[in-house]
T-cell receptor, first 109, second 116 residues
């Protein structure tokens, strides 16, 4: 599975959009991009995933560049409860998830 | 939907004893479950993949005789830490594949193991 690179930490003001980048320059054509988050001392929570097209659900939007070498997770209106570590994972369907170091997002009041 | 539970949430045991952790998919059938461990301020590390009715597949460096995995039904997998030692103290998390998104993994809340 392709490896990902994420900034170790980010801050975001409450109520503003949080844009979390992920670089996956070695992604192959059949690998999906998944995003999970982990709030302290809890299990990871699924957020969203996509292959080529941009995706949106009730939690977030996923923007994947045309060359698929990077993506951005967007939390449209960050709240204090969105403070967590966010993991970007790329994988082939059916394969295991291997977690990187993630981005620690802090939402500031 | 897609809820995964773990029991117990916390366990403290003496060195040399064995501890069993249960992982259940509550509202879907999971043919595949996964076990991870996480040390403080570190990322999740995949330990093994558990397929219902067959032997688990362990990641490199994970002792299969130390961490016994059983996946006897489509909703239950267990991880037994045998002869636990203080270095086994960690946060153990399971996940199950299935539910609404057939290939999406859903994670349990984790089990905090402390070995004295």
């Amino acid at each position: 599975d392709a490896k990902t690179t994420q900034p170790p930490s980010m801050d975001c003001a409450e109520g503003r959009a949080a844009n979390l980048p992920c670089n996956h320059s070695t992604i192959s054509g059949n690998e999906y991009v998944y995003w999970y988050r982990q709030i302290h001392s809890q299990g990871p929570q699924y957020i969203i995933h996509g292959l080529k097209n941009n995706e949106t659900n009730e939690m977030a939007s996923l923007i994947i560049t045309e060359d698929r070498k990077s993506s951005t997770l967007i939390l449209p209106h960050a709240t204090l409860r969105d403070t967590a570590v966010y993991y970007c994972i790329v994988r082939v369907i059916g394969n295991q998830f291997y977690f990187g170091t993630g981005t620690s997002l802090t939402v500031i009041p | 939907g897609a809820v995964v539970s773990q029991h117990p949430s916390r366990v403290i045991c003496k060195s040399g004893t064995s501890v069993k952790i249960e992982c259940r998919s509550l509202d879907f059938q999971a043919t595949t479950m996964f076990w991870y461990r996480q040390f403080p301020k570190k990322s999740l590390m995949l330990m093994a993949t558990s397929n219902e009715g067959s032997k688990a597949t362990y990641e490199q460096g994970v002792e299969k005789d130390k961490f016994l995995i059983n996946h006897a039904s489509l909703t239950l997998s267990t991880l037994t830490v045998t002869s636990a030692h203080p270095e086994d103290s960690s946060f153990y998390i399971c996940s199950a594949r299935g539910g609404l998104g057939a290939d999406t993994q859903y994670f349990g809340p984790g089990t905090r193991l402390t070995v004295l």
